[in-house]
């Protein structure tokens, strides 16, 4: 059973009646599991089991609007509840509920993803924080929320705003002329092969990274990545060339055949960029029509790398 839906069904048997002995927080708590672990992506498998893995949910409410009193009750409440369920223990941690599950604050969680208790940000904010914080932002699954607070913070964070977005299109397509097709085979002509692979980094995460812009997706923790990307309805595809050259060498016939895939790759990512009609061939054109697009003067004028 994924962790997912171990947590709903611990919810369900277990935490609705818990939380019905206390009727005055009734219309004030959201509860379900969401952020850090493979679980909350629905990526966990055997292996995940090794930490962090038990039946748990998160209670959220807002510390400062409950008297201690009755935070405490709530908190020993969770922290009575059953240690083992559907033959897996809940591990014992500290604080009560743990790092992950429990009574969590509702500014506080979202403060550690976002660095913002509300999910209210400015420009600046949506261009520097960690994608993968704001993909733990939204994950998982909401199982109750009679307030509607934690939905809409979610909702909030759903996705980078459209001159956002552009702007880091802008720039991981640069990245990528720069990393791949300008880059790999000048390094290769200077005999520094472990160069030309760091080239290949930068250029495999760049279109990993434009990739997840063009489905409008939140790209993940680098250990979840491939796993998303092999997901996505649109190029999730290149995950096989994108393994490649990671994978292969950087001498001879090996090198030229990933010159090759990387102007393939190139080729498919732009026919999905409409900014790039005509410019098929060349990721560099594209990521300034592309900045050109955005409506915000500021945000347009910054550096083109500026989202990356």
């Known amino acids: ?44 498998d055997p292996v995940s089991r090794d930490h ?7 209670i959220f409410l807002d510390e400062e609007a409950v008297d201690r009193r009755t935070l405490f009750l709530l908190e020993r409440a969770y922290d ?20 992950r599950h429990g009574v969590l604050d509702i500014g506080a969680f979202f403060r550690s993803r976002c660095g913002s208790p509300d999910g209210r940000l400015t420009v600046r904010e949506w261009l520097t924080l960690p994608e993968q914080s704001l993909a733990e932002a ?34 991981n397509l640069l990245l990528m002329h720069q990393a791949g097709l300008y880059n790999y085979s000048r390094i290769l002509a200077h005999g520094e092969t472990a160069s030309a692979q760091l080239a290949v980094g ?27 990307l092999r997901e996505l309805e649109t190029l999730g595809e290149l995950a096989d060339s994108f393994e490649y050259l990671l994978t292969s060498e950087n001498t001879g016939d090996a090198a030229r055949v990933k010159e090759a895939v990387m102007e393939d790759v190139c080729a498919l990512i732009l026919d999905r960029v409409p900014e790039a009609e ?10 300034y029509a592309v900045n050109d697009r955005i409506a915000d003067g500021e945000l347009r004028a910054m550096h083109v790398l500026a989202g990356v």
């Open 1 to 44: 059973m994924k962790g997912l839906e171990l947590a709903r069904r611990y919810y369900e048997e277990w935490g609705v009646p818990m939380l019905a002995r206390f009727p005055e927080l009734s219309d004030r708590i959201a509860a379900g599991l969401c952020g850090s672990g493979s679980e909350c992506f629905g990526y966990d």
């Open 52 to 58: 962090d893995f038990e039946p748990g949910f998160q």
């Open 80 to 99: 009575g509840l059953p240690k083992e369920f559907e033959g897996v223990k809940r591990e014992r941690m500290v604080p009560v509920g743990g790092r």
């Open 138 to 171: 939204v994950n998982g699954e909401i199982f109750s929320d009679p307030c509607g607070t934690v939905t809409e913070i979610r909702r909030r964070l759903a996705y980078f705003p459209e001159d956002v977005r552009l702007k880091k299109l802008a720039g």
């Open 202 to 228: 930068e250029f495999v995460s760049a279109a990993m990274g434009t990739v997840f812009l063009l489905n409008r997706r939140y790209r993940p923790f680098y250990k979840w990545t491939f796993r998303a």
């Open 278 to 287: 005509g410019k098929r061939n060349d990721p560099e054109s594209a990521a």
